[in-house]
């Protein structure tokens, strides 16, 4: 929990934790300074933005104190307390989300690159008959710039192809 002005108020050990300082020391540091420089603006404007709207929320690098960064999604609710507007917050460690969703974006690009060196045309549907993918080959042959404009589209949309 922080005030308005971003001083710590109170946290469970889990921030402690993280951050790795003790208790006096993160009520001498100031919001701001668990953060990189580059995110310190983007933590001011969210904090901001749950004090004046009630609820905020964000992705930043947290800086422990031993240089360590790790990549959280920070949420924060205003709180008022004796009469004072507090933030009351949690974080989420997405640092192997993010890893994880980098991952399958780099398998899903390898994959695009192959099927679009492939000379035929190649496309795959859903359920319900709407185009989930295609290669660049495909694309052309309906009509398409790119692969992405015959995702959801039909056959019929597409001009009347064969379901073959």
Known sequence: MFDNTGTYKNGNKGLKRVLGYNVEEIHRLNSGDFFDRKDQDLITKVIGHAIN???SS???DLVSRDGR???FYFTGRRVVIHGEPHIVGMGLDITEKRKSEEAIQKSQE???DILN???QAIGWKGMDGTFLGCNSVFAKCVGAKTPK???GHSNFQLGGLSEE
Do not use: D, F
């Open 53 to 55: 709207y009630g609820q």
């Open 58 to 60: 964000t992705e930043a």
């Open 69 to 71: 960064r790790t990549l």
């Open 110 to 112: 390898m994959l695009m």
């Open 117 to 119: 060196s492939i000379p």
């Open 149 to 151: 404009e015959v995702v």
